[in-house]
């Protein structure tokens, strides 16, 4: 098939998907997104490039992946989340979190279930700059993912945020501010 009929395909199908599919699609055609596959480690699904773009692992998926496959259209919506978000707020748990929020409450509301515990956990944490909601959540999407899915790296904050925190909290702890 090819590649373009494939993602046109793709994206009709994560249409079907309600609101966030709508939303998803028209912000993918809109961006004139590129969606294609890489193999990467296997704690990871998908990802987002700095170019705009979605690749989806070739662990996992491929040309043959059927369309009704409900994990590669909630990674689009995930990965179409962190586009959406821009590089300073993906690059952080804060964005993490929001984009896991979104693929897995799609995911409950079709499935009617969660796919691991730690999802179900995970989808309770309020979506907010609370350094140790944003900790427990690193730690519940390695339980899910592994980890080699390197969560633990990244900002709690998006980096803008992340920065103020440490400028003032040290000025604070200094008694100088």
Avoid: C
Avoid at 111 to 127: D, N
Wanted: charged share 25%; proline share 5%; aromatic share 12%.
């Amino acid at each position: 098939m090819e590649h373009a009929v494939w993602t046109e395909n793709l994206l009709n199908a994560v249409l079907q998907l309600g609101e966030e599919g709508r939303v998803t699609v028209d912000f993918v055609r809109a961006r004139r997104t590129k969606i294609g596959f890489k193999r990467v480690r296997p704690n990871v699904g998908a990802y987002w490039t700095p170019f705009g773009n979605i690749r989806l692992n070739t662990l996992y998926y491929s040309y043959e992946t059927p369309f009704d496959d409900l994990r590669i259209k909630t990674l689009i919506i995930h990965e179409a989340r962190h586009l959406q978000q821009g590089i300073i707020t993906a690059l952080s748990v804060y964005g993490e979190l929001d984009a896991w929020q979104l693929e897995f409450a799609v995911y409950h509301r079709i499935k009617g279930r969660y796919p691991h515990p730690a999802i179900a956990e995970l989808m309770a944490l309020p979506l907010k700059y609370d350094r140790d909601v944003l900790k427990k959540a690193a730690t519940l999407m390695q339980a899910y993912a592994g980890k080699g899915y390197r969560v633990d790296l990244l900002p709690l904050y998006p980096l803008d945020r992340e920065i103020r925190y440490w400028v003032f909290r040290q000025k604070a702890l200094s008694g100088t501010g």
